[in-house]
Nanobody
């Protein structure tokens, strides 16, 4: 069982930056693929960024490439999402997610409660 707790969301002006963190419980954190998914009002959840268990491979949806960076610190059981040049369309609830090392996180097994990111224009 993995428990995920997000932090770092908030209100920021367009062009600003935020860093989200996700702390995970459990002794097997380093074996999980991790990621951030979003759910905007009236839309389904979708992947924003993922990072594999070793940190060697990352994925970004097209709309955030060059602006967001996902990273992980296995010694701290934590992943991060550095978000720069934020736009109003980035406004959403951001969920931390985890799954096994062979998962692409399309339908993750474990979810956090989510943290709200609001970007004002």
């Amino acid at each position: 069982q993995v428990q995920l707790v997000e932090s770092g969301g908030g209100l920021v002006q367009s062009g600003g930056s935020l860093r989200l963190s996700c702390a995970a419980s459990g002794r097997t954190f380093s074996t999980y693929n991790m990621g951030w998914l979003v759910q905007a009002p009236g839309k389904e959840r979708e992947k924003v960024a993922t990072i594999n268990w070793s940190g060697a491979n990352t994925y970004y949806t097209d709309s955030v490439k060059g602006r967001f960076t996902i990273s992980r610190a296995n010694a701290k059981n934590t992943i991060y999402l550095q978000m720069n040049s934020l736009k109003p369309e980035d406004t959403a609830v951001y969920y931390c997610a985890a799954d096994g090392r062979y998962s692409d996180l399309s339908i993750p097994t474990y979810w956090g409660q989510g943290t709200q990111v609001t970007v004002s224009s």
